[in-house]
Structure formats: structure tokens, C-alpha cells
């Protein structure tokens, strides 16, 4: 698409503007600041890649000569990087560089086309879009209603699939601020979850419109609206006239109830859909009885799932209004959770009747100022009398964002790429555009590429590859002494970044070396950062706004209560320690070492695992430091990684000896026989961190713990048997493998406490048994005792806080170590 | 303050090594720097990369070093506690001349239940509640006039905690350690310790916002006994002899890697990273490990949960930690609408005696001096008798609504006079009436006992210049010592 508005027509908007001057701000100075002019088209001599033309204008100003280019091993991993967030692998691997045909050039440009035809360029690129729509799956600190939103994830998916399809980036804007009111399929109205999923704040009406200004707004423009809800901006062209006529708009717009939310795909039938639509039809039909039963003369619609709950609440009384929202909350819930229910896309629309803003007052609601249109912020608009004239105006709101003229959009989309692909922006403050953003030093690149970016239909994959075309991103990262004392920071781009992976490459690529990633595209969100840990990539995980776990906070997920163009990068020790000793990465390192365990040498499974995870070979150093290591390492002596050993077997009466044997199988929760219970031999013996179930015969359940000290101990514990049929349970403690000090019998719901106090030393065994007599059905039991040592306030041992799964064996360790290096974190 | 068991300034480079070696930004100067002197860069990469906690000299010498925040989380009484009104005693039972709006209907003037006496040289009047705490009298500095925006607690805890009641803002502890960072590389710089849950606002409280992640709070319940269940990722799943040969390993293959890769520090500063990690495990188990301590200070501070976080936060502050916040409980226990004067009783002996021990051990270290203590909640009560309300309390008709429009708030050490009362309430306690303390004034005087202009503490976010008391606040000079 040409660009049809150059300077002259944007200078003669300014030329035009209305009298009205924000308090402080001096026009001039806004009318000639760099990036509120249209992008300017510049000279070039056609030789080389006008990336690196206009790139050498600086650097031959500063004298710097480009480092050589990258081997094809560092950029194939770097494209892949950049691109998917992924490791290449397998096929795409092998293929790439044994194809070395053609000129380093030409050979780059297949690798990048195969990586941006991955579906998996969606899943990498949303994730960067997703941190400047601020996006979560809940609603933030909110106790009115559900936590979740439960149709977040189409918000998701939309932008997923929308940068794989390539669809341009000025209709990628438009549809999220107005989809509803275009002529789109229904689908398409997910986009609308740009508006719609942002913090709560307590369902206060003008701060979830202070939000959705703000996000607009920062987000295509790189404009700030936050400080002009109570007064005039201070170095920007921006006032308070301008932030409630774009109040008016949002004011003008209302979210659908969450039954009316438009449908945009259905499951196929199946007997879990068919099951679904029962139990929902079920609940509607509740909801209906009840309103029938309140309300004279309530009609039942045709359709049970249809709803006019507006009508409805204006009819029931308080106390009513509260049982029948409960009974629709019901619904609602069970059509946000269940996989089987029908996608709705989380949208909005025009309000019947739009309201006219007025200005309140230092940003005080009720403090009601003068009267203002809708309208686009005066100093960016294309006619300064021209105000939004249809319904709310968001659909004109969302063109004025788009428009060709617009000089802000192309720049600060055509920045943040720049960001992604190379590894630092052009302009220092992707988020801010305004007066207080210095000019780039490369600013004609800038405007290169903003033209690159309108001139080629919006493509933005198009933009990917354009920069990436260049000699500059073929660089080596690796900086030499002259660079590194005349331009530290590489504002020159005359060697490429290194980049260190974020949270979600750095995991996704965890489980491609574990071979655990699901690639599997969109869907409702998971919580990755809980056992089991599901092995679905980083994006799906679930994103809790209020009290985000600390898995993410600890590798700089960025606050998801505002637009975050650019996420802080730290190196903690918190980070390390979730590394050496989390669950998640020590089943990680032990899946990668399982994926190798088929190379029967030695040699060779080192060569696998360095392969798996560096994809490379060891060096020879490497590989006797390799051996050393897994010579030196302590055979798997240890169950556990804890101080209970988890097994089962019988207590012997007559020889009154214990017969244990560990339980082979650790699920992520639970120690069993193996993978499916019951099992051949054990049947249904298993342990978790509460309790557990006895086998038949001779298999109890056994939890050991081994005293580390002399002590006398105090062992306390409730054993219970939850379930109210079958028969009982007999628990028994044996000391020292020789005698039982202590033994109860638990009939079906039933409990006991199981205190007693028993003398030690250390290396003695103290075994918890629980037998079945007769028939093992029903007898799951709870038992999680507690050994305090006598006068000491702090437990020797908890079964419960102290469960915990298999240590990790020679081959895993070796596979963390790799897992942990800075090779694999940082890309070259 | 106090020994480290390792100097962070020798883990890391120096800031001349670190502008020559990796060509730090003017953001990389601010932060190593004074802080907000140069503002940081929005989102600045690697910057932030070299060790953020590491210990910065702020924009002026503070006296105080260190910030414990004692939050009695649901609003105590000053009434009750420590302003004594014998004019609102008198009125018992009858209409005050003055009524303001609080959040739910009041009453009649409702007189304190509670004995108050003359305590210390200094004759500071406590109530029978604090008999303990007001043996301390000497050492506090009592603000009578302090006053909020809005009587509802979501709000006023943000405010409190946060300078601001609505939007998403950075907490005080993240911002007193972005501006110094923390003296203990093995323990986080800002710890948030509340037993048995979160009070209201959840996270909020502590949140770094725009800040970068690690200068958060790091949430500790102290409901648990066991030091492994308060630190996260602690508890090492692999013996020690293994790990080490793990890091052994992992520091060849890091080096090598780095021959290569010659003049980026951030290599280096991840390496280091494990081998800070490595130490943290021992250490931080240890901080918060109260089993160690001798006999006779754990029966200083006495049993239960609040004499436990009181001493783990002495542990801490000993050990470098720069800010640390202690709630009461989960919710908002002091929230007594009704039945003030029995829950009041409760909820002072959980904690007059650990409080009080904690101020008289940290004096004993010599550590007072330099730590800022500051007790209050997000705001006090009305003097008048809270009416039923339905849906809303009992009806009991014995315990007092929110009130922001004046209430109590007392600091000790880090530089504050003590045995001093500043500003008083209106005869029937309602509202700060001389020497009003807004919320943001006691922000500003708290930077500026650390060493900060709380104007000039800043952090460039979204285009603009964002600070903890926005544009309010006025350092209180007359409670400096």
C-alpha cells in the first residue's frame, strides 16, 4: 500500500490546529518533534541492503568496522530463536546445514522463510504482543466475582493465529479496538479481549477506562494518556479535552454479559460435548425454575440456554437477585472451565444510546468539568473539526490509529520488530514517543523501515524478514577490543547482540531437550508452574494477575496490570535456586536423560545429551570432564530425595521383622508399583505427601524414615480412612526393624491419633505400615506423621512438607548441568 | 550494620570496571549510582542484569539503614492505644459536637474502655493495652495527627503501602531497595512476612509494579516453623558433595564458554549467580531458623506466631536485610467493629510483648540506631459507637468504625526522636487537628531518614518520572532527631 499522506499534508494538519494549546506544552516543540513527522523516504544507492546502508552511515562516522559474519550453526539456532523461540532440531537441523549450497546469503534466507512458516512464529510473536496488551487469564484483585476470566484464551489464540496468517498490522489494530463494528466473521470479535481483559480495579467504571486508554494508546502509538485524566500533559501534546473525548468513547462502549458473549467455534460432537450440554442445559433449567417460581407470569424461552437476566434481576427482590446470580454464576462457570464448551470470544459494543463526556476535574469522578466530544486527541488528528460521529466512535477511534498519515503507528510497531529481531531497540523508550523520547541515532532506519512496514500491506512478517535479509543480523555477536571500548553497548549494531532467552523460550526450549513439549496450538490455559507440569508451551500457561506465582516473577514476567513494551532482564540467585532444586527441572533433567538412555555406550550417551541440549558435540576436554563426572557421581543409593522412603511389603509375625521394598514409580504425586494403578504385582499400594493405600496381602504400605541422629523423638499423626464402606485399616509403627512399638485399627471413616515417643539412634529405621485386613477396597488412608525431636521446637521430619520425589541419579545430574550453562541460556 | 559472610562488591565489578568492561548506560550509573539523580531507562536490560540488590549509597548520609514495618493490618484504635482523649470520656454516651462521614453510620461518643498511664522519663501515655510497648516510651516517637484519604481499607492499605489508593504503584520496600539496594546478597532485600495467609490486597501490599521483579517483596508465612518452608527453592534435593560437583562442572563448561565470548559481564554475573545461590541455602535457612537463638532471648520475645516473626525479623535486619514488613495476621484482625474492647485485648497481648522485646534486643545489637521501626495500621477508628448495619457487623453496638481522618502511627530508631509526641487529633479524637501528617508526609520523612529527597527518588516509567509520594508529600522535620 503507497503511502498517500506525506509531510506536507501532516504539516498542514498541524498548521490547522484548533487554538486550544495544552497548559505548558510549547507547540513548536511538538510540531517539530522527530517523531511527530511523517516518515521521511531517503536516498539510497542501491547497493547492499539498505539495513546496512543506512547503518553504515553512523558507523563509518564513528569509524567501527563490522565483526565477520556467524557461522551457519549460530545463525540457524539464532533464526530459530528469534523467529519461534525454539531450538531447531531433528529434521529442520540436520537439513539446514547439510544444505550448504549457495552463498551464506541466500543459504540464511531459506532458513528464515522455513522458520517464519512455522506455526510456532504465532506462538513466539503473540507473546511479545501479549506483554503490551497486558494480557492475563484473571481479572486481578476482585472478590465480587470468579477470578478467572474464562474466555481470556481466545484473546490469546486470536493474536496467535492472526500473526501466523500474516494478517497486517494496521487491521491487526483495528479489529482489537473495533472488531464488533466491522464487517468480519463473528470469530474475529476475539480480538475485542484487547479491550476487555485488563485489571478490575474493583469494577471501578472509570479506572477499567483509564486502562483501556492507556493500553490504545501506549500500545500503537507510543503515547502516554495516564497522566492527562487529571491534568494536562506536562511535556506532550495531550490534554485533559483529549482524554475524556476518548472517555466518551469507551464510556460508550459496554462488555457483553458473559452468557451472551458471542459463540465462535463449537465442539464437535462427542459423548463428552453431549455430556456437557446436559449438565448446562440442567443448570439453565434451574435458573428458569427458580425465576418461574419468583416471578408472575416469568416465560420460559424456547431455548433454555437463552436469558434475559437484565429483565429478570429488574423483577426478583435483593435477596432473590442474589440466588438466581448464583445460579446463572453456576452456569457461566461451568461454560468457562469445561474443554468441552463452546469458544466465546470476550467482546463488546455499542452502547443504544452514546454518552457525551464531560472533563472531570483533577481525574475525580463526580467533579464534573466542561462538556467535550468523542474525538480523536486534537494534535494527531487528520481534521482538526472532525469529531467521532458513529455510535461511540471506537471504529473512527481505530482508523485514526491506522491511518497512513498517522505518523506514530508504523514507527513504533517498526521499533519494537527491530527490538525482537536484533535485540535492543532503535529508540531507547519503546513505550514513550512523546517530546521526552530522544531521537534514535538511527533514525533513518527507523523511517526505512516504518515505509518498509506500510509499503508492504502491513506485513510485519515481511518486516522480519526484510531485517533479517541484512548483513547486520548475520554478525557475529562476539565483540572485539575496539568495539568493546568505542561502543559498549553496540548502539552501532556493528556485531550482533547475544541474547539471553526469556522466561518462555528458556522453558520451551527446557522441555524440547527433555523431549516433553507438547506442540500442540491454543487452548484454555494450564498451570505450567504446577506438578505435573504439563509440558504445553510457556504462552499457555495459566497467567494469574493478582499473585502470580513466583515461578514467573522470578524469571521477569512482566506486571500484567499495564502495557509492558520492553520486560527487565535479571540474573538473581533466586533464579539459581530455582534451577538447582525445583521439581520442574529436576524432572526435566531426568527426562533428558532418560530420551538418551537407549546409546548403550557410555561415550555415546554423551554425545546424545550434549547433542539433545547444545546441539552440538563435546569437545575431547569436555568429554573426559563427562566421564569424570559420572564416574565420581554416588550410584542411586537414595529412594528419595528426601528423608522418607516410600515403599511396601509385610511385617512378618512371626520372625517380627519388616520386609520392605521401595515402590519403583514416582507419578509427580504419588509412589506406586508403576505407571497405572493397580498394578500387576503391588495392585493398589501407593503413597503421597498426605497418605496412601494398603495392597492385598502382602503388600501394606510402607512409609520409612531413618533417624539422621541419637534422639529421643515424638511422633504425632492422625491416621485416618476417609471413605465410609469396606472395612478397616490397621496402622502399625515398627522400630528398628525388631518390634512394633504402637498399632490401631481405623474402621471406614474413622480416625485415630498416633502419639507416641520412642528412643533412637542414629541410621535406626522407623516404618509406618498400614494393612489392609480383608478386602483392599475403599481403604485409601490419610497419614502424614510428624517427628519432633523431644524439646526441640522445629520437626526432624514432616511426611508431608518432606515428600517428596526420586534423587536425582548420575545421568539427570549430568543433564542439569548442561540444562543450567550459559550456552544454553544465552544465543549467540 | 553488621558482618557478611561475603562481600557482594567483591562478586561483582566495581562500577569503573563494569563502565569500561560493558559500557553501562547512564541507567546503569543511576542504579549503581544515586538512584533517580539519573533516572533508569524503562525496561533496561542489561543494566539490571548486574546484581540489582547489590548495596548502593543513597543521595545523602541517612541515619537509618534498615525499615521494619510493624502493620497492624484492619486499623487499631489509636483511641485505645495511644491518644488519650479524657474529653470523649466525658461525653460518653452522647452526641459528639462534631460527626464526620465514615464508611458506616456511627453514633454516640463511645469512650475508650482502657486505662491509659504516664510511661518512661519521657511520661508518653499509653494504654493498659501496651503495657510492655510502653515501658519502650523513651524510644518512640508517637505521630497523633496522622490523616488518610478514604475510610475503606483497599484503598488506604495501597496508600499506605504503596503512595497511591487506586493504581498499580511500587511498594515502599521496593523502592527503599531500588534506591540501596540490600547489605545481604544471600537473603531477598525486602521480606513481607504475614502468618497464616495474605491480609487484603493480597501482594499488592508489596508489589514492585513497574519496578523491575526482583526488588518485590518476598513473601514469607510465618505460620511455619520449618526455616526450608519460608524461603522458596531452598531446600537442596541433591546432597551437598553432589551439588558442588555440579557447580564445579557447570563453572568449566561456563568458562569455556566465556573464553569466547570476551567483554559480556552478564556471563559472568549468571556464573556467579549459582555460586551466591549455593551459599543462600546455608544462610538463609540459618536466618530464619529461631531455634538458635539462646534461651533466654527466645523468653524475651515469649511464645506463639508474633513472638516467632518478631525475632525471625531481628535475625533479618542483623543479616543486611534492607526492608521488612511484618503483618499481624491473614484478613484484617484489628478490623473491630464490634466487640472492640475484648478483640483489642486479644490482639495487643499477641504482640505487646514480642514488640517490645524487639525494640529492647534490636537497642542491646546497637542496631536501633539505624533501624527505622514504624507501627501503625492503614488508618484508626471513630470515637463514636458504630450503629448496626445490616449485612455488615453484628450490632453489637460496642466497636468503632473506620476512621481516616485521624489516627496514630509511631516510629522509633533510624534517626527519630524519641519519647516525643508530634501533633495531636481534635479533643474527641475524630481529625488531625495540629501538625497534620498526611500518609505521603510520612513517606517523605521515611526516605529522608534513609538519605533520600523523596522527589529525586525516582524511576522513569511509561514517559514519565514516577515517585512513592506522586506529587505530594512534606518531610515532617520536627520528628528528626
Given amino acids: 500500500m503507497p503511502v498517500r499522506v506525506p509531510a506536507a499534508v501532516l504539516l498542514g494538519v498541524i498548521a490547522l490546529l484548533p487554538a486550544a494549546v495544552p497548559g505548558g506544552v510549547s507547540l513548536d516543540g511538538a510540531r517539530s518533534h522527530w517523531a511527530f513527522q511523517a516518515p521521511k523516504r531517503v536516498a539510497l544507492s542501491g547497493k547492499g541492503h539498505p539495513v546496512d546502508e543506512l547503518l553504515a552511515i553512523r558507523q563509518n562516522e564513528k569509524g567501527l568496522t563490522l565483526v565477520p559474519e556467524a557461522s551457519r550453526e549460530v545463525l540457524l539456532r539464532r533464526a530459530w530463536h528469534v523467529i519461534t ?112 481483559l485488563g485489571r478490575r480495579y474493583l469494577n471501578k467504571h472509570d479506572l477499567i477506562i483509564a486502562d483501556r486508554i492507556d493500553v490504545t494508546f501506549r500500545s500503537t502509538m507510543g503515547l502516554t494518556m495516564q497522566c492527562v485524566r487529571c491534568h494536562d500533559h506536562k511535556s506532550d501534546p495531550l490534554t485533559m479535552a483529549d482524554y475524556y473525548g476518548l ?105 443504544v444510546t452514546p454518552r457525551e463526556p464531560v472533563i472531570f476535574e483533577r481525574g475525580q469522578l463526580g467533579n464534573r468539568g466542561a462538556r467535550v466530544p468523542r474525538a480523536f486527541p486534537a494534535f494527531f488528528r487528520d481534521d482538526p473539526d472532525r469529531i467521532f460521529k458513529r455510535g461511540s466512535g471506537r471504529l473512527e477511534l481505530a482508523q485514526q490509529l491506522t491511518r497512513p498519515g498517522n505518523p506514530l503507528t508504523a514507527r513504533v510497531c517498526a521499533n519494537r520488530v527491530w527490538m525482537h529481531v536484533m535485540g535492543s531497540p532503535l529508540v531507547a523508550t519503546p513505550g514513550d514517543f512523546g517530546l521526552q523520547a530522544q531521537e534514535p541515532l538511527h533514525a533513518a532506519l527507523l523511517d526505512h523501515l516504518a515505509l518498509h512496514l506500510m509499503e508492504h500491506r502491513w506485513s510485519v512478517k515481511a518486516l522480519i524478514r526484510h531485517i533479517m535479509a541484512s548483513r547486520a543480523w548475520r554478525s557475529s555477536s562476539v565483540s572485539d577490543e575496539n568495539l568493546a571500548g568505542n561502543d559498549p553497548e553496540n548502539r552501532y549494531y556493528a556485531r550482533s547482540n547475544r541474547q539471553r532467552k526469556d522466561l518462555e523460550s528458556w522453558r520451551d526450549t527446557t522441555l524440547q531437550a527433555s523431549g516433553r513439549l507438547d506442540r500442540k496450538l491454543g487452548g484454555r490455559p494450564v498451570k505450567i508452574h504446577a506438578a505435573p507440569f504439563p509440558g504445553r508451551r510457556t504462552i499457555y500457561g495459566l497467567i494469574e494477575r493478582q499473585n502470580t506465582p513466583s ?72 568429554l573426559v570432564r563427562a566421564r569424570v563426572f559420572l564416574g565420581s557421581a554416588e550410584q542411586g543409593v537414595r529412594q528419595s530425595a528426601g528423608a522418607w522412603s516410600y515403599g511396601h511389603g509385610r511385617f512378618s509375625r512371626d520372625s517380627q521383622r519388616v520386609d520392605f521394598k521401595p515402590l519403583p514409580h514416582f507419578t509427580g504425586k504419588a509412589w506406586q508399583g508403576g505407571p497405572k494403578l493397580p498394578d500387576r504385582e503391588t495392585g493398589w499400594v501407593h503413597w503421597n505427601s498426605q497418605g496412601g493405600h494398603p495392597g492385598h496381602g502382602d503388600h501394606a504400605a510402607i512409609l520409612r524414615w531413618v533417624a539422621p541422629r541419637k534422639a529421643t523423638v515424638r511422633i504425632s499423626g492422625e491416621l485416618s480412612r476417609p471413605a465410609g464402606k469396606g472395612d478397616a485399616v490397621r496402622g502399625l509403627v515398627v522400630a528398628g526393624n525388631e518390634k512394633v512399638v504402637s498399632e490401631w485399627t481405623v474402621k471406614p471413616g474413622g480416625k485415630v491419633e498416633t502419639r507416641l515417643v520412642l528412643r533412637v539412634v542414629a541410621g535406626q529405621t522407623v516404618d509406618f505400615l498400614v494393612e489392609s485386613t480383608g478386602d483392599e477396597s475403599w481403604d485409601g488412608f490419610q497419614w502424614a506423621p510428624v517427628i519432633m525431636e523431644e524439646g526441640g521446637e522445629l520437626p526432624l521430619a514432616e ?30 | 550494620m553488621s558482618h557478611h559472610a561475603l562481600n557482594p562488591r567483591h562478586l561483582f565489578l566495581t562500577r569503573r570496571q563494569m563502565l569500561s568492561r560493558c559500557g ?103 494504654s493498659e493495652l501496651f503495657p510492655q510497648v510502653g515501658d519502650m516510651a523513651d524510644e518512640l516517637c508517637v505521630i497523633r495527627s496522622m490523616h488518610a484519604d478514604v475510610p475503606n481499607h483497599e484503598p488506604s492499605l495501597l496508600l499506605m503501602n504503596c503512595g497511591d489508593g487506586r493504581l498499580v504503584r511500587p511498594a515502599m520496600g521496593s523502592w527503599v531497595t531500588y534506591g540501596l539496594g540490600s547489605e545481604n546478597q544471600n537473603l531477598p532485600g525486602f521480606v513481607a512476612m504475614c502468618p497464616g495467609g495474605y491480609p487484603i490486597q493480597e501482594t499488592q501490599n508489596w508489589q514492585s509494579a513497574f519496578l523491575p521483579g526482583t526488588f518485590q517483596g518476598t513473601y514469607v508465612d510465618t505460620k511455619h516453623s520449618d526455616p526450608k518452608k519460608l524461603v522458596e527453592y531452598i531446600d537442596r534435593k ?173 516510629l522509633a530508631g533510624g534517626g527519630v526522636k524519641g519519647g516525643h509526641v508530634h501533633g495531636s487529633t481534635d479533643p474527641y479524637g475524630f481529625q488531625a487537628e495540629d501538625k497534620p501528617v498526611h500518609v505521603h508526609d510520612l513517606q517523605a520523612t521515611i526516605l529522608h531518614l534513609l538519605g533520600f529527597d523523596h522527589e529525586k527518588l525516582t524511576y522513569r516509567y511509561s514517559g514519565r518520572d514516577f515517585r512513592l509520594t506522586d506529587v505530594h508529600g512534606k518531610v515532617v522535620r520536627e520528628l528528626l532527631a
Fill in chain 1, 85 to 196: 523461540g525454539l531450538q531447531p532440531e531433528g529434521g529442520i537441523l540436520a537439513g539446514a546445514l547439510s544444505e550448504r549450497k549457495g552463498s551464506l546469503p541466500d543459504w540464511s534466507a531459506r532458513i528464515v522463510d522455513e522458520a517464519l512458516a512455522s506455526p510456532h512464529f504465532g506462538e513466539r510473536w503473540a507473546r511479545h504482543w501479549l506483554d503490551v496488551a497486558r494480557y492475563a487469564d484473571t481479572k486481578g484483585y476482585d472478590f465480587t466475582a470468579g477470578r478467572l476470566f474464562p474466555f481470556a484464551f481466545t484473546y490469546r489464540d486470536w493474536v496467535v493465529r492472526s500473526l501466523n496468517e500474516d494478517l497486517p498490522y494496521d487491521e491487526f489494530l483495528r479489529r482489537q479496538v473495533a472488531a464488533d463494528l466491522m464487517d468480519v466473521p463473528v470469530r474475529e470479535q476475539a480480538a475485542l479481549g484487547f479491550l476487555t
Fill in chain 1, 247 to 351: 472517555y466518551g468513547v469507551f464510556d460508550s462502549t459496554e462488555e457483553l454479559p458473559e452468557g451472551e458473549l458471542p459463540v465462535i467455534s463449537i465442539p464437535e460432537d462427542s459423548p463428552g460435548y453431549r455430556k456437557f450440554r446436559d449438565e448446562l442445559t440442567a443448570r439453565a433449567n434451574a435458573a428458569h425454575d427458580y425465576a418461574a417460581e419468583k416471578i408472575k407470569g416469568y416465560q420460559r424461552p424456547s431455548n433454555p440456554l437463552k436469558f434475559d437476566r437484565k429483565a429478570a434481576l429488574n423483577k426478583l427482590n435483593q435477596t432473590e437477585r442474589g440466588k438466581y446470580r448464583g445460579l446463572l454464576a453456576k452456569l457461566d462457570e461451568l461454560e468457562g472451565s469445561s474443554e468441552f464448551a463452546p469458544a466465546r470470544a470476550m467482546a463488546v459494543r455499542d452502547r
Fill in chain 1, 551 to 622: 515461578f514467573f516473577r522470578i524469571f521477569d514476567f512482566p506486571d500484567t496490570s499495564q502495557p509492558v513494551v520492553k520486560r527487565v532482564s535479571t540474573t538473581t540467585p533466586n533464579q539459581a535456586l530455582y534451577l538447582m532444586n525445583s521439581p520442574f527441572l529436576h524432572g526435566e533433567a531426568r527426562a533428558t536423560a532418560e530420551a538418551t538412555a537407549s546409546h548403550g555406550g557410555e561415550k555415546e550417551r554423551i554425545l546424545a545429551l550434549y547433542q539433545r541440549i547444545l546441539l552440538r558435540r563435546p569437545s575431547p576436554e569436555e
Fill in chain 1, 799 to 828: 511426611a508431608q512438607a518432606g515428600f517428596s520425589g526420586p534423587a536425582l541419579d548420575r545421568w539427570p545430574l549430568l543433564a542439569q548441568v548442561l540444562l543450567l550453562s550459559n550456552e544454553f541460556l544465552y544465543v549467540d
Fill in chain 2, 24 to 126: 553501562m548506560g547512564m541507567a546503569g550509573v543511576a542504579l549503581n549510582g544515586v538512584p533517580g539523580l539519573v533516572a533508569a531507562a524503562e525496561g533496561d536490560g542489561p543494566a539490571m542484569g548486574l546484581n540489582p540488590l547489590a548495596p548502593r549509597r543513597p543521595q545523602f548520609p541517612g541515619k537509618a539503614k534498615a525499615v521494619i514495618h510493624l502493620f497492624m493490618n484492619g486499623g487499631p484504635s489509636h483511641l485505645d492505644t495511644f491518644d488519650p482523649k479524657p474529653e470523649l470520656t466525658k461525653l460518653h454516651g452522647q452526641e459528639l459536637p462534631k460527626m464526620l462521614k465514615t464508611e458506616r453510620p456511627t453514633g454516640a461518643a463511645f469512650k475508650s474502655p482502657f486505662k491509659f498511664s504516664r510511661k518512661g522519663q519521657c511520661g508518653l501515655e499509653v
Fill in chain 2, 238 to 410: 541433591t546432597g551437598a558433595g553432589e551439588q558442588r560437583r555440579q557447580l564445579d562442572l557447570l563453572r568449566q563448561l561456563n568458562e569455556d564458554h566465556q573464553r569466547e565470548r570476551a567483554h559480556d559481564s552478564r556471563l559472568e554475573a549468571r556464573l556467579q549467580s549459582f555460586e551466591l545461590a549455593y551459599r543462600m541455602q546455608m544462610e538463609a535457612s540459618d536466618a530464619f531458623d529461631i531455634s538458635k537463638e539462646p534461651e533466654e532471648i527466645r523468653k524475651m520475645y515469649g511464645k506463639g506466631t508474633q513472638a516467632r516473626q518478631m525475632l525471625i525479623t531481628r535475625r533479618l535486619i542483623e543479616r543486611g536485610v534492607r526492608f521488612v514488613q511484618v503483618w499481624h495476621g491473614a484478613g484484617q484482625p484489628w478490623d473491630n467493629h464490634d466487640d472492640l474492647e475484648k478483640n483489642h485485648r486479644k490482639l495487643a497481648r499477641e504482640c505487646d510483648q514480642p514488640i517490645a522485646a524487639l525494640l529492647k534486643d534490636l537497642k542491646m545489637r546497637g542496631l536501633l540506631e539505624e533501624t527505622l521501626v514504624m507501627w501503625g495500621g492503614e488508618f484508626g477508628r471513630t470515637p463514636t459507637v458504630e450503629m448496626p448495619k445490616k449485612g455488615s457487623n453484628a450490632g453489637k453496638i460496642n466497636g468503632r468504625d473506620h476512621n481516616h481522618y485521624g489516627f496514630s502511627v509511631w
